[in-house]
């Protein structure tokens, strides 16, 4: 999804649980998704990404799901822990001219 | 492995004043892209590249420039500085269909 000029919304979790962050994405021609983690003051960095013609693929203690029916994307993360807190962006890359959309991104507090 | 550079990482101008800033990569990425975030906000597209020579707009590219002279280069240029420009502005680079490469951003406030 495109940014709408909306303040993040936040996400506390209690340290060892697990995280969904959820993501509505907008061109149904996109192909390739991708997520991203934002430390505060750092740019994005990558996390794990997906192709449409994948509905699941897992990292290390990350899994990201892809529902193209309903152009959805979530991010979950297991046994959530500190160091996780951060923003979390996913972004989508349309097949054609390959400009990369943000969405509005989510803020993970993560509670000790 | 220098990865996206960014330069300045702080910078203050008033408004009317120009500046540029300058984005640069080493991994021979074609894309390259400016982006803007606002505190507490997302990301928006201001401008991007696919090439050297080619450049396109984004979301929101009122009020800036930019030119693609060589693959490395992506600068981004702000003419008649406005409030509305305060922003942290990062650079990314990429190959195509893969994951972005973000520079550590410039914080600019525009006073």
């Known amino acids: 999804g495109e940014s709408v000029g909306l303040h993040l919304p936040t996400l506390s979790v209690q340290e060892g649980d697990n995280s969904i962050i959820n993501c509505a994405y907008s061109?149904?021609?996109?192909?390739?998704f991708i997520w991203y983690k934002q430390e505060s003051g750092k740019g994005p960095q990558f996390i794990i990404d997906i192709r449409s013609n994948m509905d699941k693929r897992q990292g290390q203690r990350v899994t990201v799901l892809l529902n193209k029916t309903v152009k959805h994307l979530s991010l979950q993360i297991a046994a959530t822990q500190p160091g996780d807190s951060a923003v979390y962006f996913c972004?989508?890359?349309?097949?054609?001219?390959?400009?990369?959309?943000f969405g509005i991104g989510t803020k993970l507090q993560v509670i000790p | 492995n220098a990865g996206v550079t960014q330069t300045p990482k702080f910078r203050i101008l008033k408004i009317g004043q120009s500046m540029t800033l300058q984005c640069a990569q080493d991994m021979n990425h074609n894309y390259m892209y400016w982006y803007r975030q606002d505190p507490g906000m997302g990301l928006k597209l201001i401008y991007y590249s696919v090439g050297a020579g080619i450049t396109d707009k984004g979301e929101v590219p009122n009020g800036y420039n930019v030119s693609r002279s060589t693959t490395e280069d992506f600068p981004l240029r702000l003419e008649l500085a406005a409030p509305s420009q305060t922003s942290v502005y990062f650079c990314?680079?990429?190959?195509?269909?893969?994951?972005?490469?973000f520079g550590q951003g410039t914080r600019l406030t525009v006073v």
């Open positions: 990314a680079s990429s190959y195509p269909a893969e994951e972005a490469f």
């Open positions: 972004a989508e890359n349309s097949g054609g001219y390959q400009k990369v959309t």
């Open positions: 061109n149904s021609a996109s192909d390739y």
